[in-house]
């Protein structure tokens, strides 16, 4: 039977913070506090894996109060604990928006009044080695002996994020890409096709950018990008299907769309045959709606 976790208990996500700190009212949750290590994501993971997510939900119930007031008074139904104010938790937290109103000097100066030793120079090498600011975070600015009373402690890594697009913003990494695709998302969401799809096409750019040559595999690049909101597997078919669907009303659209079908394949050829063939079947389709049938019935056959 699974044990009920209490707030001031290690969160189960592996993170090493507490659970009111970390993962409560999200479905990292729901994890079994009996269960071993081996079967739940390791610590190192943890934080790449989870708090892109967690952002996002906080920022969108701190930028929608009616939102937050509802789940509010559900979580502390649900929870039985009359002492959790889920809504000042949440209204508290640092949220990237927070960060970005801030001042490069202002940021630096927050981090070191918490005991936080950092360069910019330090810092824009340190990022050579690394595809994620929330990693360099954990490696380079966690281990140090530092001072973050309540809500601060997710200052540092929210920092590194804002600090990495304003310091080196030419070296793209995991968040940069999370934030476009989901951007994306919302924009498409909104039909809003055209700014939708221009952001995906820098976020498939940043993407290929980052990804070493010997990976062949969507897959493995999900493996290698770790951390985003949404798979890159997932992703990549849901941007085909909005190309498709934007070229309903404008046909450059399927020229985008069949240039993407042949560089995914010609990038990605050991990803799964499925995926493979998805990608060869749009590209025929969108030849036949340019009234290229002929290229069409190739792509169909082969």
Same mark, same amino acid.
């Given at each position: 039977m699974s044990k009920k976790i209490g707030r001031n208990d290690p969160c189960p996500c592996g993170s090493g913070k507490k659970y009111k700190h970390c993962c409560i009212g999200s479905k990292a949750a729901d994890v079994n506090l009996t269960t071993s290590k081996s079967e739940t994501t390791s610590k190192s993971e943890a934080p790449v894996i989870n708090r892109l997510a967690i952002m996002r939900f906080e920022q969108k119930l701190q930028d929608n109060p009616e939102q937050l007031e509802e789940i509010g008074k559900e979580l502390e139904k649900y929870s039985g604990d009359r002492d959790m104010d889920f809504k000042e938790f949440i209204l508290r937290s640092w949220s990237i928006d927070k960060v970005k109103k801030m001042s490069t000097s202002e940021i630096i100066e927050k981090l070191q009044s918490m005991n936080i030793d950092f360069e910019i120079e330090r810092f824009k090498k340190q990022a050579q080695n690394y595809i994620s600011a929330i990693q360099l975070a954990e490696d380079h600015y966690y281990t140090q002996d530092f001072h973050? $009373?309540? $809500?601060?402690?997710? *200052? %540092?890594?929210? &920092?590194? %994020?804002?600090l990495w697009n304003r310091i080196i913003p030419e070296k793209y990494n995991v968040e940069m890409i999370d934030d476009l695709m989901q951007e994306g998302y919302e924009d498409i969401e909104k039909q809003n096709y055209g700014e939708g799809l221009e952001k995906w096409e820098k976020t498939w750019n940043m993407i290929i950018s980052i990804v070493p040559p010997h990976v062949k595999s969507v897959t493995d690049a999900d493996k290698f990008i770790s951390g985003l909101t949404q798979? %890159? *597997?997932n992703w990549c078919q849901d941007f085909q299907m909005e190309l498709a669907n934007a070229g309903r009303g404008d046909a450059s659209f399927h020229m985008k769309r069949i240039k993407y079908c042949q560089d *995914?394949?010609?990038i990605f050829p050991h990803s799964d045959e499925s995926i493979i063939k998805n990608m060869l079947r749009a590209e025929a389709e969108s030849y036949t709606e340019l009234g290229d049938t002929e290229? &069409? #019935? #190739?792509l169909s056959q082969g």
């Open positions: 973050a $009373p309540g $809500p601060d402690e997710d *200052f %540092i890594w929210l &920092a590194m %994020i804002d798979s %890159i *597997f *995914f394949c010609r290229t &069409a #019935k #190739k």
